[in-house]
């Protein structure tokens, strides 16, 4: 489409045609259901992971189904599927009464300094009485699909470990992951901390011994320290949980537990990472008790540092949403960039895909909202920054969705990938072709001391269109809606610092094209 602005280390470049950003949003049916935990961005592809299942009945129609399957999966640089390699267990750890309810998947994956791939989920298969048996599985690839080794680590005949969270130490060369441990009813009772070497070898493991604690997040610093994030449920049935995050050694002892203080509440901490000075930021939710992990209406972005004292706390405020956080990112630029679930209605809403840029200290740039309007949800898991200054996102369409025909789950997985402003600038595979007509022409006056005028055409087949205002940071100033056809907006920028600026077109969320702008006395 039309020139696009890209924002790179603080400076806005106006990148003529020997330069853009692709960017796209696609679904993929792998199977009935199917979603991406993790993904890659690299020079010609991109590297996902993930699970798909398979749901049918038997000959009688009476009783249902289901296959899993751990997946990595590989796409162009325009989103279009290469390939996908799948990963299933063999019947043998099944009951012979039960061999089709078995499944694996991948919730974690990570790369070493050499770029393979560790993929990590578990291997599970009902058994008696409606138990389950479950194995953690880990597997190393390159980023090819050539598979090194494929490895199961059973606990024992009752209990199973669950990976979240995964990261990889480059000076010692290890893999360091954490997550919770499963009875035979599938219900999470307890947490883990592990390492293995590249070969696939447990090196240690071990539990905090914190009650009802569940780990979500883990970082590590040059010492082997490690950075938990979690929370602990006070009063499972009420909903009231306290997000909680550790400093631990490298034997596996507690160094400091920060402590959050919000009693009476459900608090999820998620997402961790290391600061561009050395320190710690995360995500946590907060909100009303309640049964569903959406149910905060406040999230807050947190900054400590290695000996657990708050530098600062910032929290945002939505109404009537829920807020769960999923991943957070440091960019190169000292940015911070999150996605997380939100919910604009009260529960049992849909729930919509929340993209969130904040700078160095915790201001909000931008946010970006990725809705579907057939009342079904969409989720994001992971985030990456890509070659080009954008963003690559992976998860699910169709979240919770049963198809009324089947009574089988619908989901897709779900890619998409913006440009740095958050926004997608390119037709895809579901995209109407009257996008390509929208225009922005040049603001004037231009230079200007304190009000733009833009001349831009809409279509007339739009749904919506928005004028949007971004300082050199790439902050979002502001939000115009404007009519469709052939029109002339005036922005005023009283108030605002001399210097440039970027104001862009989105139409029906896609951008439609960018203009600078420069403020003078």
Not at 56 to 61: A, E, V
Not at 338 to 361: N, V
Not at 500 to 515: E, Q
């Amino acid at each position: 489409m039309k020139k696009i602005l890209i924002i790179l280390v603080g400076f806005i470049i106006l990148n003529s045609p020997c330069k853009s950003q692709i960017t796209f949003d696609k679904y993929y049916n792998l199977h009935e259901e199917s979603f991406i935990k993790k993904i890659f961005p690299f020079a010609n592809k991109y590297v996902f992971i993930g699970s798909s299942y398979s749901s049918y009945f038997d000959s009688l129609q009476t009783n249902l189904y289901q296959q899993g399957h751990a997946l990595i999966g590989r796409i162009d640089l325009n989103g279009n599927l290469i390939d996908t390699l799948y990963f299933s267990h063999p019947d043998s750890i099944l009951d012979a009464n039960f061999p089709f309810n078995s499944f694996d998947y991948f919730y974690a994956a990570v790369l070493d300094g050499s770029k393979n791939l560790y993929s990590m989920g578990g291997q599970v298969g009902l058994i008696a009485n409606g138990k389950t048996r479950s194995m953690l599985k880990i597997v190393k690839t390159d980023t090819s699909g050539i598979t090194y080794w494929d490895k199961i680590f059973p606990l024992s005949s009752d209990s199973g470990w669950v990976p979240i969270g995964v990261t990889y130490n480059e000076l010692s060369n290890r893999i360091y992951f954490t997550g919770y441990i499963t009875n035979p009813n599938g219900n999470a009772v307890d947490e883990f901390i592990a390492s293995i070497d590249t070969a696939g070898n447990i090196l240690n493991s071990f539990r905090l011994n914190e009650a009802n604690l569940r780990l979500q997040s883990i970082i590590t610093d040059s010492l082997q320290n490690m950075y938990v994030t979690g929370y602990d449920i006070i009063q499972f049935q009420l909903g009231i949980t306290n997000a909680a995050t550790y400093k631990i050694d490298k034997f596996g002892k507690i160094v400091w537990k920060y402590p959050y203080n919000l009693s009476n509440k459900l608090n999820i901490a998620n997402g961790i990472t290391f600061s561009a000075d050395g320190n710690i930021v995360l995500v946590y939710c907060e909100g009303a008790p309640g049964p569903s992990i959406f149910h905060g209406n406040q999230y807050h972005i947190l900054k400590i540092d290695t000996a657990g004292n708050q530098i600062w706390d910032k929290s945002f405020h939505y109404t009537y949403s829920d807020i769960y956080n999923t991943t957070l990112y440091q960019l190169p630029n000292s940015n911070l960039i999150h996605i997380g679930l939100y919910r604009d209605t009260i529960a049992p809403g849909p729930i919509a895909a929340m993209l969130t840029l904040f700078d160095s200290s915790g201001t909000i740039l931008w946010d970006r909202y990725f809705y579907n309007t057939n009342g079904s949800s969409k989720a994001l898991y992971d985030i990456q920054p890509t070659l080009d200054g954008g963003y690559i996102m992976g998860g699910d369409n169709n979240y919770g969705y049963i198809d009324t025909v089947s009574g089988f789950y619908t989901e897709q997985a779900w890619i998409v990938k913006t440009d740095s402003l958050g926004l997608l600038t390119s037709i895809n595979n579901h995209t109407p072709d009257y996008l390509s007509k929208a225009t922005i022409n040049s603001p004037f006056p231009n230079p200007t001391k304190d009000e733009i005028t833009i001349e831009t055409f809409v279509p007339l087949e739009a749904k919506k269109a928005m004028l949007h205002l971004f300082d050199i940071r790439g902050k979002e100033l502001l939000q115009k809606e404007i009519n469709k056809g052939i029109t002339r907006t005036s922005i005023s920028l009283q108030g605002y610092a001399l210097g440039n600026y970027l104001i862009a077109l989105s139409v029906d969320d896609y951008a439609a094209g960018t203009k600078k702008i420069l403020k003078v006395e």
